[in-house]
């Protein structure tokens, strides 16, 4: 099969490999789309590995073969989940398997398991969102910002504070969204006064009750001045720095919870109860989740996907399709 295959220097090589075989509990799918994610820049082969490193990190498509332990899905089913996707066959494990919601494309299905389960896990698991509370969501543009945004919403937020530091960006990220149960207010954090707009979004001025990071240490400080006391800050990505200096007085005074996530750490159980648990919360409002396409490039055309997620000129996701 054609795979797009990590080197130890983080290149991108499209070459013929072994077709994969599943497990006793893995499903072998036939890759449809498969989302690009800003992990994949950084992603690098290890020099031990045997086996070809294939790329990506989410997928969607059509089971072709089940493990014998499998009991919940068949050939022909649609299923999405998080796995090596950029290739024309990939292996799921059953309980990292979600079924495609019934009206996405396959680009839409392929580049909504990342960000649909990272929201998930920010705005619930570790950031305990409560109904009618400020959201902030920085990096709005995203592809884990416009969804965390668009969940916050479906989830009872009382009111959702999207940031991006592109005044161009404003409308689109408007638009991606698109409308919610409660205010939303996009921010351009380089022209506005970003923490007092976050606190002028609260009857009493004290600011946001759950922010989730996805820039990193360039914004931290700001987060922590545009939280209330007892406001929960969950760090989810970090290209805006990992080295940052806070004042931990302030965060003190605030009794505020700065929570950091990753999926590499977690056990195979560990990320199957993140899948059950979002399943379980969100259900039938999956379709209006569904991410925002920017771009769709040919397999072939991997390292023109990456160089355009490198340019950060998009809104929403880039989806690469075998």
Known sequence: MRAAVLGPDGSVTVQDVESPVPAGDQLLVRVRAAGLNRADLGARARSAQAAP?????????????????????????KVMGRGSGFAELAVLGEADAMRVPDGLSWEEAGAMPVTLLTAHDALVTNG?????ELVVVNAGS????????RMAGILGA????SVTTSGSKV???????????CPLLVVDASGDDFVATVRGQTDDGQGAHLIIDNVGARVLGDNIAAARITGRI??????GGR???IDLDELARKRLTLVGVTFRTRSPAE?????????EDLGDQLPRLRPQIEWAFPLDQIRDARAAMQRNEHVGKIVVVP
């Open 128 to 132: 305990r969102l409560s109904p009618g």
């Open 234 to 239: 969950v760090q989810v990505g970090r290209l």
């Open 271 to 279: 990320g199957a109860e993140v899948v059950r648990r979002c399943l």
């Open 142 to 149: 995203s592809g884990v910002g416009i969804s965390a945004a």
């Open 243 to 245: 080295h940052a200096e």
């Open 158 to 161: 009382g009111a959702v504070v």
């Open 53 to 77: 490193a294939i790329a990506g990190l989410e997928l969607a498509g059509e089971v072709e073969a089940v493990g014998a332990q499998v009991s919940r899905w068949q050939p022909g089913d």
């Open 171 to 181: 409308v689109a990220i408007r638009e991606a969204v698109g409308p919610l149960p």
